[in-house]
């Protein structure tokens, strides 16, 4: 059991039988005399306010205390997901990428990373299992929301360098938008490139049907990442579209990045953001919590890595459990000849043969019908869409196998 508030403790201390708890966060002084009256053994406190007498006794019955250490620049025991403003904290769009140097998002980008060799730093063991309490903490807040919304779960990976004003862009926002209206939870890297563009389209869900032609072009002034208004124009963009009102529940989607990749700005349009340090942590989240399928764009190294995570849960599912459907788009991409040695003019992928492979090698759990390389949306919403309504919490699904017991914690 997770408690994150001084409601949700006062329920638990008033409960009988009262099983162990994870308590993250709370001032535990504000109910000093009542815990003193409980019995500890068994639970977590992690993050809390507590003082000698509640430490002391945690200690004596035998309860695990994890403290936050001083001068880090998060919260290691996070019971929520990141919003826009929690990551731009200080940003502001006049100033462009020079204000989001400042803020959360980038100051926690250089505890973890050097930025010039974009490698790891070196930090201690203490400061290692802060980040990876922080992780922990975050994929508990992932489970949280997704029981909440009850949705399921849509992944959608690709470049991150795609152009904004790239056909493709333009593709992956209507997709996004496709799936949001038709009751899916967008998932995505809450990157830039196609990520972005995945998350754009959840988040113009509830918007008329042009917003979407019109968003686009607005922000193909600032085609990547790396351009220097890249930002500042979806941050405009943002604040246009929401006119000062709160977002609505229909435009909610996922993102989930890491500072591993801090150099990359998040993008502003994913709701909802699970930031994280380990990106071994954070790539088995996307693949596995993606129940309803997955729709891979065109990408490099990464965005394969991706497809054969998911390859690899479906090729060693039991033969009782559905396959999870993948939809890869861009036939020329996906699907050119092999041939000897490298191009570094052309990109595309010889992946198709290798992926249907080993999609029909073993008959008896065959799921080359649930792989689909193509060039046509409609084709991809007919493979997703219908298995979307049981995909991820229903018994046969490849995903809920996988997460059932995570999300039912």
Not at 16 to 28: C, E, H
Not at 53 to 71: E, F, K, W
Request: hydrophobic fraction near 45%; aromatic fraction near 8%; glycine fraction near 8%.
């Amino acid at each position: 059991m997770d408690i994150l508030t001084l409601g949700e403790l006062d329920n638990w201390l008033a409960t009988q039988p009262r099983l162990p708890a994870t308590i993250s966060g709370v001032d535990l002084t504000a109910r000093k005399q009542e815990i003193a009256a409980v019995e500890l053994a068994g639970s977590t406190l992690l993050g809390c306010v507590l003082d000698g007498d509640i430490l002391a006794q945690a200690q004596a019955q035998g309860a695990s205390v994890i403290t936050a250490a001083r001068n880090l620049p998060f919260q290691p025991a996070r019971g929520t997901l990141y919003a826009v403003g929690d990551l731009y904290d200080r940003y502001d769009p006049a100033e462009s990428l020079a204000s989001w140097k400042a803020s959360f998002d980038y100051r926690v980008y250089l505890w973890f990373m050097d930025p010039k060799e974009q490698l790891p730093l070196k930090l201690s063991t203490g400061q290692t299992m802060q980040a990876r309490i922080h992780d922990t903490a975050i994929e508990a807040a992932v489970a949280r929301f997704i029981n909440k919304t009850g949705k399921p779960l849509v992944g959608f990976m690709g470049g991150h360098d795609t152009p904004r004003d790239a056909p493709v862009f333009a593709t992956v926002v209507e997709l996004g938008r496709r799936m949001a209206r038709s009751g899916q939870l967008v998932l995505t890297g809450g990157g830039p490139g196609l990520m972005e563009a995945a998350n754009l389209g959840a988040f113009l869900a509830p918007f008329p049907d042009d917003a979407l032609a019109t968003a686009v072009a607005e922000l193909g002034a600032a085609p990547k990442y790396d351009h220097p208004d890249w930002l500042s124009v979806a941050w405009k963009l943002r604040e246009r579209l929401l006119g000062g009102a709160a977002v609505s529940p229909d435009s909610v989607s996922l993102g989930i990045p890491t500072w591993l990749y801090g150099h990359e700005p998040p993008n502003v349009f994913a709701t909802h953001q699970a930031k994280m340090f380990y990106n071994s942590l954070r790539e088995d989240g996307l693949i596995t919590l993606a129940g309803a399928g997955l729709i891979i764009g065109p990408g490099n190294a990464g965005t394969v890595q991706e497809v054969f995570q998911d390859a690899t849960q479906n090729y060693y599912r039991k033969a009782s459990v559905a396959p999870t459907p993948i939809a890869l788009l861009g036939q020329a991409f996906w699907s050119r000849p092999e041939r000897d040695g490298p191009d570094p003019v052309d990109r595309t992928k010889p992946l198709k043969p290798l992926l249907m492979a080993l999609a029909g090698e073993k008959p008896k759990t065959d799921w080359s019908s649930a792989v689909l390389i193509t060039d046509d949306a409609d084709a991809i919403a007919e493979l997703i869409l219908p298995k979307a309504e049981k995909a991820f919490v229903a018994e046969g699904s490849t995903r809920g196998e996988l997460w059932r017991a995570k999300l039912s914690a």
